[in-house]
């Protein structure tokens, strides 16, 4: 079985510019979510997806963090502009009965 | 607000001694803790429990639940240098049909030394 893909792996990029990132979560998983994880931290969930509706988004900054997944099955995650604060890795999950399966993540590095 | 705290944050030990690391959490609704493992790269599912008592084996890595003391232990025996990586314990906040967002702890680092 495939697992949870995203891209890109790595992204630098500097403060105020934009980054996009994707996800394609396990086929036939309904929820998806983003998380962010800092370095030395546990990850912490920015947003929630049930098929293409938001189920939290209650830690998302939503004045520069924007999600969609509007065919419910793919995602992403966008950074307008990006702060210095926003370098983490960015993880995308999908689950199935409870179980959270993890996507590789994406590193962001803002300088 | 849900709180999931680990301990220890960092242990360091040498191939083949045994570790126990710590997950204790304050939840509402609780219905299941999960255990991952995090090396370079994202976390990879260990285990899920929901029952106490019962423990949940795969190779040399074992974890119970203590629902009354509200904690839960990952014990892995004859440790390898491949087991170094970050422990990660989580509980999901249970709501609806679905199981919402993962609290995790802040993990734990273990090093094995060969």
């Known amino acids: 079985e495939a697992g949870v893909a995203q891209s890109p792996r790595y992204k630098i990029i500097e403060k105020r510019q934009s980054v996009a990132f994707w996800c394609n979560p396990i086929s036939g998983h309904a929820t998806l979510y983003w998380y962010q994880q800092i370095l030395g931290q546990g990850p912490k969930l920015l947003i929630q997806?049930?098929?293409?509706?938001?189920?939290?988004d209650s830690q998302l900054p939503k004045d520069r963090f924007s999600a969609e997944r509007l065919k419910g099955v793919d995602s992403t995650l966008k950074i307008q502009p990006a702060k210095l604060e926003d370098s983490a890795v960015y993880l995308c999950?999908?689950?199935?009965?409870?179980?959270?399966?993890f996507g590789p993540g994406t590193r962001l590095l803002v300088l | 607000e849900d709180k999931v705290v680990q301990s220890p944050l960092s242990l360091v030990v040498h191939e083949g001694d045994t570790v126990t690391l710590n997950c204790s959490y304050e939840?509402?609704?609780?219905?299941?803790l999960l255990w991952y493992k995090q090396e370079k790269k994202a976390p990879t599912f260990l285990f899920m429990l929901?029952?106490?008592?019962i423990e949940k084996k795969s190779g040399r890595l074992s974890s119970i639940l203590d629902k009354k003391e509200l904690f839960s232990i990952l014990n892995i025996t004859a440790t390898q240098t491949g087991d170094s990586a970050v422990y990660l314990c989580a509980v999901p906040l249970a709501g609806g049909t679905s199981y919402g967002k993962l609290t995790f702890g802040q993990g734990t680092i273990l090093t094995v030394h060969p």
């Open positions: 929901t029952s106490s008592g």
């Open positions: 997806f049930q098929n293409n509706g938001v189920v939290d």
């Open positions: 939840v509402t609704n609780f219905r299941s």
């Open positions: 999950a999908s689950s199935f009965q409870g179980t959270q399966y």
